[in-house]
């Protein structure tokens, strides 16, 4: 990607205090974009923002599985910068690994209420203020998995939530394509951020052994498909699921 590619925009990303989040945050801001750091977490988010700079960058709390504080979040960042974000990425994840016999239901709603009804509520409530707003040229980016088609032994609650974002990414774009709002989402392999660091390392070096480019990914390499995603230079790129796993199926 270019700098300057992003000029004028406002994006604004949920998870930005950790990992593929950040990440994406810093490379959004790069491009020539203002960001605003989302996150449960208000110390991580403001340590990003801190990074990028207080004339274009803005840290915000929020908690993706409630609406009220979505709703709350909508209100802040457009007094960020007086204008709506018309990027935004839905990379606020958790996982809550366990096998099915003896997943507590706490665990189950727990998975669902960040990962799928978070991204329903975030992408709703900024799309409908990009359509108030009636901004050109709209991008949404939510994370998917590729736990979705790997469909990993002790995932279910994860697995199940980042196969319902495919299939919710793929209503949204076909919903918000007359707005001119593009949505799309990333099916990462195996990244090394905080969420993966508590992976047990015979489960990664597996993971390392069956992709072929036989390494982790490194969150900057989310983050650039990310920005490409968020950028004019995929202006024909909607309803689409990309894997970005070093060929790991
Ligand atoms: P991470 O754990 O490093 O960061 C996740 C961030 O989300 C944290 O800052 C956390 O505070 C925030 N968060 C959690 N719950 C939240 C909530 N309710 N509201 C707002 N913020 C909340 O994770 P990551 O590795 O950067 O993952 C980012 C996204 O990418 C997630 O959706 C994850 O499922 C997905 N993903 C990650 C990997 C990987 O290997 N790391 C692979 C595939 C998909």
Redesign the pocket.
Known sequence: MSAGLLAGKVALV??A?????RATCRLLARDGAKVIA????LQ?AQQTAQELGSDRSAALE????SAKSVQGAVAEALKAFQVAPSIVVN????TRDGYLLKMPERDYDDVYA??LK?TFLVTQAFAKAMIEGQLSGGSIVN?????AKMNNIGQANYAAT?AGVISFTEVASKEFGKFGIRVNCIL????D????AVVPDAIKQQVVQRCPLGRLGQ?EEIAEVIAFLASPQSSYVNGAAIEVTGGLK
């Open positions: 949920t998870g205090g950790s990992g593929i989040g989302a996150d449960r977490n991580a929020v908690d993706v599985s990379s606020a994840g958790i960040v990962n978070g994370l998917s998995s590729i736990v980042k990462p392999g195996y990244i951020t905080p969420m993966v969150p």
